[in-house]
């Protein structure tokens, strides 16, 4: 059996104006001025205060905390509201769709994200039922630290010779060659396919209609490696 984990946000779901927006209430919760769009985005991937240090070096612990807080409140009342949501990239759901109905393959997902928040997407998405193993960020270390995609395998019963990890981010590559499993990174997300590649990415998928041939070709050879 093998494993593709997948990141959430930027990998599987576009979700950039709910973060930026809830990021820029919770900034002005904590008495900061606002931040353009790439800045926030620079750091979609972290547990939340780590990426809230992130943007704010310096600021007092009370700061963050007010940041961190207003963030968490401003984007449950997006998320709730109709008019904003978080759709699937195109193609996305064919490539799910497609990996969910082979014998060979386990999926998972790896997430700054909240479990209650991947929860309510996934029910939203009627996603729920694709995943056996769904890693967040309430109970790990913050990406990019191996502990989600070391817990998804033990979960899956799948080794690191036949697991790889699929995501748009720099933490997402860092994370998986911590992890000894492959690492794809794809090029609709929130971070630069250059960057990507400088940390370790064994390839790059620039549109959902190359990631299953590219996840296998991967798959491949991450077990070659392994032996």
């Known amino acids: 059996m093998k494993l593709i984990i997948f990141d959430c946000d930027g990998t599987l779901v576009d979700s950039q104006h709910l973060i930026v927006e809830a990021m820029n209430r919770g900034f002005e919760l904590g008495g900061v001025g606002p931040m353009g769009r790439e800045e926030v985005l620079s750091i979609v991937g972290l547990s939340l205060p780590l990426a809230i240090e992130r943007l704010l070096p310096g600021h007092p612990p009370e700061v963050i905390d007010r940041v961190n807080e207003g963030y968490r409140n401003a984007f449950g009342e997006l998320r709730r509201d109709p008019a904003n949501h978080e759709p699937l990239y195109d193609g996305m759901a064919q490539v799910l769709h497609e990996f969910a ?53 033990r979960e899956a019963g799948v080794e ?42 064994d390839d790059i998928v620039e549109t959902a209609d190359t990631l299953v041939a590219k996840a296998d070709a991967l798959l491949a050879r991450q077990e070659q490696r392994e032996g």
């Open 160 to 201: 690191a010779g036949r697991t790889i990890m699929i995501g748009d981010t720099t933490f997402d590559m860092e994370m998986a060659r911590g992890a000894g499993v492959g690492a794809l990174g794809v090029g609709w997300g929130y971070h630069p396919v250059t960057a990507l590649a400088s940390v370790g990415a």
């Open 101 to 153: 109905g082979r014998e060979d393959v386990l999926l998972g997902v790896a997430t700054g994200k909240s479990l209650r928040g991947v929860e309510a997407l996934f029910e939203r998405l009627a996603l729920t039922d694709h995943f056996v193993t769904v890693q967040t960020a309430d109970f790990h270390p913050s990406k990019p630290h191996p502990s989600m995609i070391e817990t998804a395998m």
